[in-house]
């Protein structure tokens, strides 16, 4: 898998698991913030977000806020939490 292919599959992920109606996953940037001033997602998303991330990949979220707040930062840092988490070679 390419690391595109999985930052793909996250913003797909992101939609789907959010019902976002207005929003594809091309519309996501990949570097863009996801809460506050980007998609302008909440807390609540972020436990939605990570149960679907979860039941995905298999990752398992911290206790730690500051932690996840990291990880959840954008899509790029989610892919990189998880390509590091299960070990994915990325091409």
Avoid at 53 to 73: I, W
């Amino acid at each position: 898998m390419t690391r595109q292919d999985l930052e793909h599959e996250i913003k797909e992920l992101i939609v789907s698991a959010l019902d976002l109606e207005d929003v594809t996953a091309d519309d996501i940037v990949t570097d863009a913030p996801l809460f506050r001033e980007g998609l302008g997602l909440d807390s609540i998303d972020a436990l939605e977000m990570g149960m679907a991330l979860r039941k995905r990949y298999g990752v398992v979220f911290s206790a730690d806020k500051e932690a996840n707040k990291a990880y959840f930062k954008s899509v790029a840092t989610l892919a990189d939490y998880i390509a590091k988490s299960t070990d994915m070679k990325l091409e």
